[in-house]
């Protein structure tokens, strides 16, 4: 990479991260008034989203007018090899039912790449404070603190396995741990590239709620396989498709240990 090329990236990922915490400022402001009679309020959270949708984007079209913005809501384009160059995909609410709840798990996710190439990921829980963030193929930094997965898991009654809501229909488990689903993908992979949780079991999520986390996993040490164990692939989805199938993000190495507990229904 030229000293040029190393500058923009720079540039680019002191863009994102001030980008991901005025975003958090702004969802901050909607958080917490849902109205607690109904499940979901779904009026507050579409407020909410399409105002910080808007202030991404019209952000990222102020800065950087060539690049393209892809997240959940928009129009869906697929991303085509160079023809758009600079792709940042986002999630302006990862956790939306935390969000309208009150439920601190939930942040604004933000990843870019180059002609399918990853370059950054990012993920801001405004009311914990925690970001986590990463070049690609670098360090993940949580809070500025460096942080690098163990290479090894012993799974145990203390260790921890996050898992997506429907979980419980499709499998019997015999994880001798705890079982959790957090409502929230990205904060389910930074808790395993940050040692919080021995693995995370994901399914139904599109490359929105996988881009950023993927990049910050991959920089601790970690991977996403399908469960079967074949490797993982983010550029399969750019057509903005769902993963039906069951994905496991754990350590480098560690897939089969996690996956021998799990028997799909």
Same mark, same amino acid.
Request: glycine share 10%; with cysteine; charged share 25%.
């Given at each position: 990479?030229?000293? #040029?090329?190393? $500058?923009?990236?720079?540039?680019? +990922?002191? @863009?994102? =991260?001030? /980008? !991901? ?7 901050? #402001?909607?958080? $917490?008034?849902?109205?607690?009679? +109904?499940? @979901?309020? =779904?009026? /507050? !959270? ?10 991404? $984007? ?10 393209? /913005? ?11 090899? $160079? ?183």
């Amino acid at each position: 990479m030229s000293k #040029k090329e190393k $500058g923009e990236v720079h540039e680019f +990922f002191e @863009f994102a =991260e001030s /980008l !991901v915490k005025q975003t958090g400022e702004l969802a901050l #402001k909607y958080y $917490g008034r849902g109205d607690p009679q +109904f499940k @979901f309020d =779904e009026e /507050l !959270v579409t407020e909410a989203e399409l105002a910080i949708r808007e202030f991404l $984007g019209t952000t990222i079209a102020e800065r950087y007018p060539e690049h393209h /913005l892809l997240g959940e809501g928009d129009d869906q384009t697929a991303y085509r090899h $160079g023809e758009r160059g600079f792709q940042w995909i986002a999630d302006p609410m990862d956790g939306s039912a935390n969000y309208q709840a009150g439920i601190p798990i939930w942040g604004v996710s933000l990843a870019l790449f180059k002609n399918f190439w990853p370059i950054l990921g990012m993920f801001y829980m405004p009311v914990t404070g925690d970001i986590y963030k990463a070049l690609a193929g670098r360090q993940l930094m949580v809070n500025d603190k460096t942080i690098t997965l163990e290479p090894e898991v012993i799974a145990s009654n203390e260790s921890v396995l996050l898992t997506y809501s429907r979980f419980h229909n499709e499998f019997a488990s015999t994880f001798p741990g705890k079982i959790r689903n957090l409502g929230c993908t990205a904060a389910h992979l930074g808790y395993v590239a940050s040692s919080r949780a021995e693995a995370a079991l994901l399914k139904y999520d599109h490359i929105w709620d996988l881009a950023a986390g993927l990049i910050l996993l991959e920089a601790a040490g970690g991977e996403i396989h399908y469960l079967d164990g074949g490797k993982f692939h983010l550029n399969d989805y750019l057509e903005s498709q769902k993963v039906d199938k069951p994905l496991l993000a754990a350590p480098a190495g560690e897939h089969s240990m996690i996956s021998q507990y799990l028997q799909p229904l």
